[in-house]
């Protein structure tokens, strides 16, 4: 039997995990609203405005929530945050291999309107050490991702926002860090300077080579992107 409650789904256009996590909603809420953007950097998705549902849950998403939406809620509004908490804002999977970590996480949190700032309602760790590539460690987390959706959406759809309240007080010990990374942050990263050492642009190839968005230098005012 689905949950009588309403539920705006924030997800990605055109993108086979959302549409999974989308039908999975459908099988559990009785009315579930989709709002599908693209994944554009920086993201352009519009303001929401006020929505009426009863929960909103944020997946593969970069819609900035206003107040009033959040206020305009039923239940609560839920994200699911591509990273652990020592990853705020974004590129968290750039900064895990920046930084060697050999796990990582998606973390459930409480949307407010700061960025990944609410309270940590689950984290899900898992191993990343055998990820070389952004490349690999995206395979890893979208995964990883859509697990934790499924199992989270599936919690609250049974037990509403008694979960809710059981999560926040089993993960009150749980604390983001005090940086959160904006899109400058990763820009400034891809930047690669004859002065560094071959660590230290190792480090900075290796954990921003995607696609069209790699590492960059740039000389007598043009920027030369390393291609893969």
């Known amino acids: 039997m689905r949950r009588a409650d309403s539920v705006a789904f924030f997800g990605l256009r055109d993108d086979a995990y959302s549409e999974i996590a989308l039908t999975h909603l459908e099988t559990l809420f009785e009315t579930v609203i989709p709002v599908l953007s693209t994944n554009e950097v920086p993201p352009t998705s519009p303001d929401p405005g006020v929505l009426e549902t009863d929960w909103l849950f944020c997946f593969k998403s970069k819609t900035i929530f206003r107040a009033a939406t959040l206020e305009g809620l039923g239940k609560a509004a839920i994200n699911f945050h591509t990273s652990s908490p020592a990853y705020p804002g974004s590129g968290g999977v750039n900064w895990a291999l920046y930084n060697g970590d050999e796990s990582s996480a998606i973390t459930v949190h409480l949307i407010t309107t700061d960025v ?22 995206l395979k890893l987390t979208y995964r990883h991702h859509l697990l934790t959706f499924l199992r989270v959406t599936a919690a609250i759809a049974r037990d509403g926002m008694d979960w809710v309240d059981r999560a926040r007080l089993d993960n009150k010990a749980r604390h983001w860090a005090p940086k959160t990374y904006r899109l400058r942050d990763l820009e400034a990263l891809k930047r690669l300077d004859p002065e ?8 900075r190839i290796r954990a921003t080579s995607f696609g069209r968005y790699g590492p960059f230098v740039e000389l007598h005012g043009k920027r030369f992107t390393l291609s893969e």
């Open 116 to 137: 990944d700032a609410g309270p940590i309602l689950d984290v899900s760790d898992f191993s990343c050490r055998e990820a070389r590539t952004v490349a690999d460690l």
């Open 196 to 203: 560094m050492t071959e660590e230290e642009v190792a480090r």
